[in-house]
Nanobody, 129 residues
Framework: QVQLVESGGGSVQAGGSLKLSCAAA????????LGWFRQAPGKEREGVAL???????RFADSVKGRFTISQDNAKNTLYLQMNSLKPEDTAVYYC???????????????????????WGQGTQVTVSS
């Protein structure tokens, strides 16, 4: 069983930065993909950043160049560094783990995000203009 706990959310002004953390308990080392997703009120959950276990990373077009994803294996923690934040980045952010070989689909296709079988409880990020 894998448990994920996010932290680091908060309120920030546009242009500011936040770093989200996702502490994992369980066999996360064997996950095929680790990812960050977000869901804004009234909108579909979307993939934000993905880290494949072969080192490949993917980002939503809306955050490319502003967000980075990283993992500290020693601390069993996944991070999302968010810079140059915009009001449209306001959402609840979730970390998730996928043990499914085709984890890219779960990241790219909102209706398949459930293929990431393990989710944290989410952390709120609010960006004011």
């Amino acid at each position: 069983q894998v448990q994920l706990v996010e932290s680091g959310g908060g309120s920030v002004q546009a242009g500011g930065s936040l770093k989200l953390s996702c502490a994992a308990a369980g066999y996360i080392d064997s996950a095929i993909c680790l990812g960050w997703f977000r869901q804004a009120p009234g909108k579909e959950r979307e993939g934000v950043a993905l880290l494949h276990n072969d080192g490949d990373t993917r980002f939503a077009d809306s955050v490319k160049g502003r967000f980075t994803i990283s993992q500290d294996n020693a601390k069993n923690t996944l991070y999302l560094q968010m810079n140059s934040l915009k009001p449209e980045d306001t959402a609840v952010y979730y970390c998730a783990a996928s043990y499914w070989y085709d984890c890219y689909a779960g990241f790219l296709v909102p209706s398949r995000s459930h293929e990431f079988g393990y989710w944290g409880q989410g952390t709120q990020v609010t960006v004011s203009s």
